[in-house]
């Protein structure tokens, strides 16, 4: 099975005029340190970025990274992520994950520490989970980066170089949505399949169902009535997108019988009956 999506825009550092797009170099503390769009020494394709800490001032602790901002509409609240690169580094390094309110006001970060490896090396796979309910209300900057840093007062050429970001969904935890229908047997255009029949769905994701308004069964037509969600009741709207999906469900689609029309020859007969009984009642009043 193929990996999720990779979140990243830019993962190699491929693409820029000046520096590579989607990124910006960012130096921390009283760090002297100098950002360079390496077209030398790379993991794969032309380009890699670097950051090099020349020195630390003595009273505060530094660093250097190249971060890039994921929009959070591309995000799941609550979602389980890997977040992975190519890197060598002289020093011990660290993976890292901000979450701030738009104050900047931190409201998670998770980092992964990586040792330092002089050849271009795997930096592990980093599992973490986004914040949840009124935390990821009020997210609104998410980073990804990978640091290197130093304590205060140090004079080094500490560098670090990265490559082949890669930021995804995991497929740690899905859940099983039963598609079914009353009556049995309905076709679904969306997900395309015959009830009853199920789909695997990441945690966290909605499922868009849609299927005909109208079916026929032996001599029966049927027209679609709602949607019942775990035997709830969950609205009539055909297509819907339903979730999100936090737990194995059951999605219904529920038809009714539809009137049937009376025939048009009865309808007629018994308006000319109604017609003679009114000239017979006329009749008498007038005696």
């Not at 395309?192 to 109208?214: L, Q």
């Not at 027209?223 to 055909?238: M, P, R």
Request: some cysteine; proline content about 6%.
């Amino acid at each position: 099975m193929a990996l999720p999506e990779n979140l990243v825009s830019n993962p190699g550092f491929e693409s820029g005029v000046t520096k590579p797009d989607y990124w910006e170099p960012m130096i921390t503390g009283t760090a002297v340190a100098t950002h360079e769009w390496d077209a030398v020494d790379r993991y794969s394709g032309a380009r890699s970025a670097k950051c090099t800490i020349v020195r630390i001032d003595p009273d505060a602790y530094g660093g250097a990274y190249w971060r890039q901002r994921i929009p959070k509409e591309r995000l799941v609240e609550g979602g389980t992520y890997a977040l992975r690169d190519k890197y060598k580094a002289n020093r011990s390094s660290n993976l890292r994950v901000v979450v701030a309110d738009s104050a900047w006001q931190l409201i998670s970060g998770q980092y992964f520490g990586c040792p330092a490896s002089l050849d271009w090396s795997n930096s592990g796979e980093f599992i973490f989970t986004f914040p949840s309910g009124t935390d990821w209300q009020r997210a609104f900057y998410i980073y990804i980066m990978h640091e290197i840093s130093g304590a205060p007062g140090m004079v080094f050429d500490a560098w670090l170089s990265v490559d082949d970001f890669e930021l995804y969904r995991t497929a740690a935890l899905t859940w099983n949505v039963t598609l079914e229908s009353s009556p049995t047997g309905v076709q679904f255009v969306q997900p395309p399949g015959t009830a009853p029949f199920t789909v695997t769905v990441m945690d966290g994701e909605n499922v868009t169902v849609e299927v005909p308004r109208e079916i026929q069964v032996e001599t029966v037509r049927y027209s679609f009535n709602h949607w019942e969600i775990n035997g709830v009741e969950d609205g009539s709207a055909n297509p819907s997108s339903i979730g999100p999906i936090r737990a194995d469900s059951s999605i219904r689609a529920v038809y009714l019988p539809r009137a049937a029309a009376l025939p048009t020859l009865l309808i007629l007969v018994g308006a000319a009956a109604c017609f003679s009984i009114g000239l017979v009642a006329l009749s008498f009043a007038k005696r």
